[in-house]
């Protein structure tokens, strides 16, 4: 069966650190990868996806990057992080662009 | 672009009762699927169930089933013999398909409070 890992599940970070947020799936190959974050009290925005190695789209323009080194790894990151990139994080995979998505444990992240 | 709408922010339910969740949603799309997610307080979103637009009949899944009215971009969710263990968030969320049928666009969400 499929598994989705996220870590860290929690992080505190001060305004201007760098950030990484790392994201495995296991137990499939070539899957459709996403980061949405979610801000207090809201719904899921989708930031960035990935249909393969090194491809990746942009959802909205920000203080953050995507990475995608392996078929089932998943990058979030940014070179200095603001404040208003607080929130929780969440990855998620599919077979393709037309099937459901999964979604990992999430991480929550607070700038200080 | 597409929205969902969910227009209870909060409810409550006894334990064992049943309880209907609402959702609307605005596309000028034939092709899609709808879903509602489920997140307790661990945060971490789960599928409860999921609908093809093209498909008429109303998915079921044990205890969870919708009413999906395809004129009306209606999509509720029915919980019957609601359990302590349904207490979350459920959100309701819309995926077009096609070359851009990427995003899941969420509602914002309703509390689930199952009270014994």
């Known amino acids: 069966s499929q598994t989705i890992h996220q870590w860290p599940a929690t992080l505190v970070q001060p305004v201007g650190s760098p950030l990484s947020l790392e994201c495995t799936v296991e137990?499939?190959?070539?899957?459709?990868l996403y980061w949405y974050r979610q801000a207090a009290g809201r719904g899921l925005q989708l930031l960035f996806y990935?249909?393969?190695?090194?491809?990746i789209s942009s959802e909205v323009p920000q203080n953050l990057s995507a990475s995608r080194p392996q078929d089932r790894q998943f990058i979030l990151s940014s070179k200095k992080l603001l404040l208003s990139d607080s929130g929780f994080y969440l990855c998620a995979w599919s077979v393709n662009a037309e099937e459901t998505q999964y979604f990992g444990p999430g991480t929550r992240l607070l700038v200080l | 672009a597409q929205t969902v709408t969910q227009s209870q922010p909060e409810m409550s339910v006894q334990e064992a009762e049943t309880v209907t969740l609402s959702c609307t949603y605005d596309?000028?799309?034939?092709?899609?699927?709808l879903f509602w997610y489920k997140q307790p307080p661990s945060r971490q979103m789960i599928l409860v169930i999921r609908?093809?637009?093209?498909?008429?009949q109303n998915a079921t899944e044990n205890r969870f089933s919708v009413n999906f009215q395809k004129a009306a971009k209606s999509f509720s969710l029915k919980i019957s013999d609601s359990q302590l263990g349904d207490t979350a968030m459920y959100f309701c969320?819309?995926?077009?398909?096609?070359?851009?049928?990427?995003?899941?666009?969420f509602g914002k969400g309703t509390s689930l409070l199952v009270t014994p």
């Open positions: 596309t000028s799309e034939n092709n899609y699927y």
């Open positions: 990935s249909v393969g190695i090194g491809q």
């Open positions: 969320a819309f995926m077009k398909l096609g070359n851009s049928g990427y995003a899941l666009n």
């Open positions: 137990g499939t190959s070539n899957p459709n």
């Open positions: 609908q093809e637009a093209y498909k008429q």
